[in-house]
């Protein structure tokens, strides 16, 4: 059907206009068959006196072109190229020209620019003209053609920033200021070394431009702003010597309470981005203190007359509105500041500054102080619970009597934070705070949600983890919570109950067995609703059932097992929702932990479900900028008949980037793929042999995931890679065929390496630790089969050396700080731990010789941290793993030896832990020492006098439980290794006085097998010792914490004091109370 020009006219008014749309769609739809379609698109696009009609001819040759470029013969290819570029030039409505220049770029997608000379000479004249408005449209088509094409316009780039040099200084053309920055942009991810310099040198004028850009268009400034993301996220060693003065910009357009929200945004976020990325570099060109003056008035700025703090405000959900403005920006700075700065420099500068704001009788200024506290607690938690726990409590307690609602919330919030972040030592407050908490629990108006919202928020994180200290506040706890499912009909209230309930059961665990009926009902109930409303409770619901599961015993919840996997079933055929089946993912892990028989039969259902989830789109939403209408054509509508190769050849994406204005993606899906990574790892490691089946489709999906855009997802996935490890290791281990030998060797073979490359090149931090967790957890289950390989006990040692060398890309590859080793962000601290708990459980799967020369290269930079001005953390950990080590070359070949060449560089160490006025350092240490005893054998007897000498000072003042039950464990590791060397007459009874153990119930085993062994040997001596033996024995025989096999030699040792002196005995049980009898009775006759 061919159209003339004045048809084709004709149909593109009709797909302006509403009405016609879509009859003129199918009557292009058909039209697009005619091989003349281009010509006369082409002569509408340059004659056509209605710019809507031109500028959709434009559109819809792109759409033409974008798809059967190959099609068209090289003739009119070239015909097609002189015309657009003609048309481009006559054209006057800007918006024409912007589609004129989408076209143009999807024919450079397909030409290249070098084979095309008349677009790079008209690209050349037009920015370097001297009439503004073709500067204007020159930069506008420069920027199309490389946004979209950044790659092949590499060779240019030297000339390109010469051009965005001058054009910066056009400050009174800011379309063509806005079009050289969003070109820049566009082109930094493709820059190297050689335009390094280049792109130094344009970093002031950039700023410049920016300054006269937001006085003229501040929607277009914030966008132009995303240059400092690009090249942050690109090459920050670009802004770096302009740090300083990109910081000041930042603070100044982020602080003008005249500009816009958004804009304000976009330049505190850049400050978030900027001190993740070169903290150090922040400290030493002293930014620290400017930041913290500037943002502060924004943390604490009151709002409007008449309005309130968008994280105030209620809507019916109870959630506070988005945290995009510019107050909430303030406060991710100083969280960000949390995470990567060490906090005594941090302290020093912002501590004076929340004092002052929590002194004032200003609330927005008393919000702020406590909002500065919240965000510290995760960042800088051993700071604050080493050295101010008590009087940050003290405040934020105190805040929660204030009389205004703004201030009470933000108490609440700080409280929530402090609990989740400051464990274990927050715990110990209960006596004040549980009371505290449910009395203003009970105070509250329900009307007001997102006031209740933030007061369970700090109840569940508090009572989470309190272990069996939730006891006493059970009843009255399980009572509110309970009526709130049944009395309320405020579904956010129940949401929050069930919620609540899942916290009390993480703690109270099967204490809560009393109240599991009603609450199963109630959770049943919510389950089998069908209305939308219901939707959030459900997925609440699901999560609770699952911590039910993993916490109320497995005889109570077994019996449900299956129940609960055909409801989360049932609800995924019946809803579409990300929320709910990543909850069912949840509850389906659960299951799998206490009854994965229950799981067998539906695994094809559910690895479904999860392998979809892993693959789906879903949720990503690109933001076209060309009218829908356009859309239904942008469809192959080729006859059947064409060759299909072509097709093949062009492989272009439905949509593409070019015509994206940008892209959206759902967190609820995100959050989707996070929990089916995690899920399918935990499902596979739990039901082992019935899993076979979908291991490899699961491996392939989630191996897939680990180069995904978003943190969460990734880490999940190298989670779910080490579980597939350890499930085909356990699968085999159960049936040890050469076959199930080889996929784990082969699962090794990708998962290790992937790791390792992980580890050094990764960016963020938090994926870097999870590598190195699961990395850790694959050793500890695969032992040698990890080393199967030659070179994998070097390249973990290795990569292990380089984190805590503070050498790979997520530790800002070793920094510009070099003299500040003894100070670093917590987190940095925490990764190196990651790193170092990997060593001893390397020292315990391979034969020691092999691990010296490894060791020797790691041991130094451990034994680094133990220094008296290294912080606590850092002392602690040094000493715990230096233990573990040792402990690990007790029960590997060769380990004495080595042990012994390492005791006279570890001895003097582990004792001045010994000394530490830290606690938990002072216990590593005593337990590094009996493990060097037991490890190095007789090589360390002459050491014995000096160990005893310590341990018997420390006895005599220590009142650190732990530290005791750790002294009393290392003196039977050196009686074990070597009882001629220890003085037993004066050392037995000092230990027994000792008993029972209260606090580290693991080294009852080591105790316990020291008095057996002694009792084989030196009967005597242990019988003088026999009523306290007795007496302790109680308090261990039927105690769950005790481990079984300490429990049955403690048995062993019982009966033979029974059997074989049987008077004493008698005398020793009647001294105690009928009930420790009767225990004691029992485990005698069992």
């Not at 009843?475 to 899942?502: C, R, W, Y």
């Not at 943190?711 to 999940?716: K, L, N, P, T």
């Amino acid at each position: 059907m061919a159209l003339s020009n004045d048809s084709w006219s004709n149909l593109a008014e009709e797909l302006l206009s509403v009405s016609g749309r879509l009859h003129a769609t199918a009557q292009l739809k058909q039209a697009f068959k005619d091989p003349a379609i281009i010509p006369a698109l082409c002569a509408v696009m340059g004659s056509s006196q209605n710019h809507q009609i031109r500028q959709s001819a434009a559109v819809m040759l792109r759409l033409r072109v974008k798809k059967h470029w190959k099609k068209i013969n090289p003739d009119d290819r070239e015909s097609l190229k002189a015309v657009v570029l003609q048309a481009f030039m006559q054209e006057t409505e800007h918006t024409v020209q912007h589609s004129l220049s989408q076209l143009c770029a999807v024919m450079v997608k397909h030409e290249t620019p070098d084979r095309w000379p008349a677009l790079l000479q008209l690209l050349n004249e037009s920015t370097k003209s001297s009439n503004p408005h073709d500067r204007q449209i020159g930069l506008l088509l420069l920027n199309k053609v490389v946004e979209s094409n950044p790659e092949p316009f590499n060779p240019h780039y030297c000339q390109l920033l010469q051009l965005f040099s001058t054009v910066l200084q056009d400050h009174d053309n800011p379309t063509a200021l806005y079009y050289c920055i969003l070109t820049l942009t566009a082109m930094t991810a493709y820059t190297g070394t050689k335009e390094m310099n280049q792109m130094r040198a344009i970093i002031p004028g950039l700023i410049n431009a920016l300054k006269h850009l937001i006085q003229a268009d501040e929607e277009k400034a914030s966008e132009a702003m995303e240059v400092f993301n690009e090249l942050m996220e690109s090459e920050v060693s670009i802004i770096v010597p302009h740090i300083s003065d990109v910081v000041h910009f930042c603070l100044e357009v982020g602080t003008d309470t005249n500009l816009s929200d958004s804009l304000r945004v976009k330049a505190l976020s850049c400050i978030i981005f900027l001190i993740k990325l070169k903290s150090k570099t922040v400290l030493k060109q002293k930014l620290l203190n400017p930041i913290l003056q500037s943002i502060f008035p924004v943390l604490v700025a009151a709002p409007p007359p008449g309005e309130q703090d968008p994280d105030d405000e209620e809507d019916d959900s109870g959630d506070g509105t988005d945290n995009d403005n510019p107050k909430h920006c303030a406060s991710q700075i100083i969280d960000s500041m949390a995470l990567h700065m060490p906090p005594e420099k941090l302290f020093q500068q912002l501590m004076p500054l929340t004092h002052a704001c929590l002194a004032s009788e200003d609330p927005y200024q008393k919000k702020g102080g406590l909002l500065c506290l919240a965000v510290l607690a995760e960042g800088c938690a051993d700071h604050i619970r080493t050295k101010m726990l008590s009087s940050v409590l003290q405040t934020v307690c105190q805040s929660l009597s204030d009389s205004n609602q703004v201030v009470r919330s933000a108490g609440l919030f700080a409280l929530g934070q402090f609990s989740e972040h400051l464990q274990p030592e927050v715990s110990k407050y209960c006596a004040e705070l549980m009371p505290l908490l449910l009395g203003y629990l009970s105070s509250l108006n329900q009307a007001k949600v997102g006031h209740v919202t933030r007061a369970f928020y700090a109840l569940e994180n508090f009572m989470e983890n309190l272990g069996a200290d939730i006891e006493p506040y059970l009843p009255t706890l399980m009572e509110t919570m309970l009526s709130a499912l049944n009395n309320t009909d405020n579904l956010k209230i129940k949401e929050l109950a069930v919620s609540a309930i899942g916290a009390i059961a993480n703690a109270a665990k099967e204490l809560l067995v009393p109240y599991f009926p009603p609450v199963i009902e109630s959770l049943k109930g919510f389950l089998t609703a069908t209305t939308e409303e219901m939707r959030s409770l459900q997925t609440q619901s699901l999560d609770t059932l699952a911590v039910l599961a993993r916490t109320i015993g497995k005889d109570v919840f077994s019996p449900l097992a299956a129940e609960c996997v055909q409801l989360g079933l049932n609800l995924t055929d019946t809803i579409d929702d990300p929320d709910l089946r990543r909850c069912t993912y949840g509850l389906y892990s659960a299951v799998s932990t206490i009854s994965p028989e229950c799981l067998t039969p539906h695994l094809t259902a559910i690895t479904t479900v999860m392998l979809l989830a892993l693959k789906s789109n879903e949720g990503i939403t690109a933001h076209l900028e060309e009218d829908k209408a356009f859309v239904l054509l942008d469809e192959d509508d080729d006859d059947d008949h064409e060759v299909k190769d072509e097709h093949i050849l062009e492989d272009e994406p439905e949509t593409d980037l070019h015509d994206v204005g940008g892209f959206t993606v759902e967190n609820a899906y995100i959050d989707e793929k996070e929990d089916a990574c995690e899920s399918l790892g935990d499902i596979a490691f739990s039901t082992g042999a019935a899993f076979q089946p979908f291991l490899e489709s699961s491996f392939q999906q989630v191996f897939e995931m680990r180069d995904y855009p978003h943190d969460d997802v990734r880490r999940a996935a190298f989670g779910a890679l080490g579980q597939f490890c350890r499930a085909q290791f356990i699968v085999w281990k159960d049936n040890p065929t050469e076959a199930n030998h080889q996929v784990l060797l082969k699962l090794l073979d990708v998962v290790l390496p992937c790791f390792l490359e992980t580890v050094r090149k990764e960016h963020e931090r938090q994926v870097v630790m999870g590598v190195l967790e699961s990395m850790n957890n694959v050793v500890k289950t695969c032992k040698g089969e990890v080393f199967k390989n030659p070179s994998r006990l070097k390249d973990i040692s290795s990569a292990i050396l380089d984190v805590l060398k503070k050498k790979t890309v997520c530790q800002d590859g070793g920094g510009d700080d070099a003299e500040d080793e003894d100070q670093q962000a917590e987190y940095d601290a925490m990764l190196q731990e990651f790193a170092g708990e990997g060593i001893p459980l390397l020292a315990s799967s391979v034969p020691a010789d092999s691990f010296a020369p490894f060791l020797n290269d790691l041991l130094p930079l451990i034994m680094s941290k133990a220094k008296s001005s290294c912080t606590v953390a850092d002392r602690s950990f040094a000493l715990g793993t230096i233990g573990e080590i040792l402990e690990a070359l007790v029960s590997v070949s060769g380990g004495r030896g080595v042990a012994g060449r390492l005791s006279n560089r570890l001895l003097p160490v582990l004792v001045a832990g010994a000394r530490d006025s830290d606690p938990e350092v002072r216990n590593n240490s005593v337990f590094g020492l009996g493990c060097l005893a037991q490890a190095a054998g007789p090589i360390v007897v002459t050491d014995y006098p000096m160990m005893l000498s310590v341990f018997s000072n420390m006895l005599t003042k220590e009142s650190d439980r732990r530290v005791i039950d750790n002294l009393c464990a290392a003196l039977c590791r050196m009686i074990m290794s070597n009882a001629d060397a220890v003085p037993l007459e004066q050392v037995v009874p000092a230990l027994v006085a000792q008993l029972p153990l209260k606090e580290d119930l693991e080294e009852n085993k080591t105790v316990y097998s020291c008095l057996a062994m002694l009792y084989t040997h030196s009967p005597a001596l242990v019988l003088k010792a026999m009523k306290p033996i007795v007496a302790a024995s109680t308090h261990v025989l039927g105690n769950k914490k005790v481990d079984e096999d300490a429990q049955s030699t403690l048995a062993m040792l019982i009966k033979g004091f029974a059997q074989q002196h049987s008077a004493d005995f008698q005398a020793a049980v009647t001294s105690l109370p009928g009930e420790q009898q009767a225990l004691l009775s029992a485990a005698i006759s069992s």
